[in-house]
């Protein structure tokens, strides 16, 4: 299970940090990356997180402003988004998937098994 949380609504140029807890897996052992979805809009890759942590791989309407980490000790992924524009105004969402491979990235939505319920970000102008 993934729970997502940290949106909320904020200034074109601000931040937020948006925090995604799993449980009932063992967290090390699971990939992981964050989507979103803008009204009318498909599901975009933003970011993603091997399971070891050393590897991550972002969308490019991201690059250089969003970073993705993860704290495996607390069972937690975070996605720090700072210079949102009102663009980036969308659902997030985390996902996982069981990953054999230590240091794989996946921008690839089918890739993913298991999904939280979503966090609302809104970007005001």
């Known amino acids: 299970q993934l729970q997502a949380s940290g949106g909320g609504l904020v200034q074109a140029g601000g931040s937020l940090r948006l925090s995604c807890v799993a449980s009932g897996r063992t967290f090390s052992s699971l990939g992981m990356g964050w989507f979103r979805q803008a009204p009318g809009k498909e599901r975009e890759f933003a970011a993603a997180?091997?399971?070891?942590?050393?590897?991550?791989y972002y969308g490019d309407s991201v690059k250089g402003r969003f970073t993705i980490s993860r704290d495996n000790a607390k069972n937690t992924m975070f996605l720090q988004m700072n210079s949102l524009k009102p663009e980036d105004t969308a659902v997030y969402y985390c996902?996982?998937?069981?990953?054999?491979?230590?240091?794989?990235?996946?921008?690839?939505?089918?890739?993913?098994?298991?999904w939280g319920q979503g966090t609302k970000v809104t970007v005001s102008s």
């Open positions: 996902a996982a998937y069981s990953s054999g491979r230590s240091r794989y990235t996946s921008p690839r939505w089918y890739e993913y098994d298991y």
């Open positions: 997180i091997s399971r070891s942590g050393d590897s991550t």
